[in-house]
């Protein structure tokens, strides 16, 4: 096994899996949620180090949590930052399989 900063497990936190994401997957993108903290350039290094691709382009998004009610009392789901990381032409990730 390659020596792998553990930093890299930190800023990529786990795949999407979602109807979404599987359509994305048809034009070379795949979704991950990321640490909240993380850029761009440190998002496209972790990705390539940990599954040894080429990134294209990474776009990001924080979809804001939902506010819910259970019995009588508010609470709210944490923000999550997502990225899109779009990969060369020849490159896959597969996320079902894992690392």
Known sequence: MKNIDPRYYDIIVSPVVTEKATLASEH???LFKVA???TKPQIKEA???LFDVK???VNTLVR???TKVFRGTFGSQS???RAIVTLEEGHRIDV???L
């Open 64 to 66: 804001k949590g939902k």
């Open 55 to 57: 990134v294209k382009s």
């Open 47 to 49: 990705v390539e180090k």
């Open 36 to 38: 909240s903290k993380a």
């Open 96 to 98: 079902t399989t894992g």
């Open 28 to 30: 070379n993108k795949v």
């Open 79 to 81: 923000d999550v930052k």
